[in-house]
């Protein structure tokens, strides 16, 4: 085994991929889309990808913020510690695209992204899954990010609601 290859094999530790047949229904109401902004090369939804982390596979270098976003429509699908900073990159290079992100008022990017955004999507609703985790690949529905609260006893409680935002910076004053 070459060592070399490492990176290229390395899968996003949140791993997060939404149900391709959720990711085409979205496509065909605000795409097509030209780039997947936040995959590696076992969860991309498209040919044309760029990483958060370096990947010789991936299109562009060295990762996903180091290129500008004003080109293409982009699927965006970041791991939720980087929503924030992809909402502001996505303005700052004038793009458009369409942010998947959890229902959370609380956080300091929500009113940017609520106010911003041209149509909102509840994909709970949309596709009629109450557990966020069986909009994804694998059906995990034990899988911890969609769980907030366990009880000592008894299955997991999954509250988040996964938002899908189509949005358009290209021509912000």
Same mark, same amino acid.
């Given at each position: 085994?070459?060592?070399?290859?490492?990176?290229?094999?390395?899968?996003?530790?949140?791993?997060?991929?939404?149900?391709?047949?959720?990711?085409?229904?979205?496509?065909?109401?605000?795409?097509?889309?030209?780039?997947?902004?936040?995959?590696?090369?076992?969860?991309?939804?498209?040919? *044309?990808? =760029?990483?958060?982390?370096?990947?010789?596979? $991936?299109?562009?270098?060295?990762?996903?913020? @180091? %290129?500008?976003?004003?080109?293409?429509?982009?699927?965006?699908?970041?791991?939720?510690?980087?929503?924030?900073?992809?909402?502001?990159?996505?303005?700052?290079?004038?793009?458009?695209?369409?942010?998947?992100?959890?229902?959370?008022?609380?956080?300091?990017?929500?009113?940017?992204?609520?106010?911003?955004?041209?149509?909102?999507?509840? *994909?709970? =609703?949309?596709?009629?899954?109450?557990?966020? $985790?069986?909009?994804?690949?694998?059906?995990? @529905? %034990?899988?911890?990010?969609?769980?907030?609260?366990?009880?000592?006893?008894?299955?997991?409680?999954?509250?988040?609601?996964?938002?899908?935002?189509?949005?358009?910076?290209?021509?912000?004053?």
């Amino acid at each position: 085994e070459n060592p070399a290859d490492a990176p290229s094999r390395k899968v996003d530790a949140y791993g997060q991929q939404l149900r391709p047949d959720l990711f085409q229904a979205l496509q065909q109401r605000w795409g097509p889309y030209t780039i997947d902004r936040f995959a590696d090369s076992a969860n991309t939804q498209l040919p *044309l990808f =760029r990483s958060f982390h370096p990947s010789p596979v $991936a299109a562009g270098t060295p990762d996903a913020f @180091t %290129n500008s976003w004003a080109k293409g429509n982009s699927w965006m699908y970041p791991p939720f510690p980087l929503v924030g900073r992809a909402l502001q990159h996505l303005r700052e290079t004038r793009g458009r695209g369409t942010l998947v992100a959890p229902a959370w008022p609380g956080q300091p990017w929500w009113p940017l992204l609520t106010e911003a955004a041209t149509e909102t999507i509840d *994909l709970n =609703r949309w596709w009629g899954r109450r557990n966020a $985790a069986l909009l994804h690949v694998g059906e995990n @529905t %034990n899988n911890n990010w969609f769980c907030t609260h366990p009880p000592q006893e008894g299955p997991p409680h999954h509250t988040w609601h996964l938002m899908a935002f189509s949005l358009d910076f290209r021509h912000q004053n």
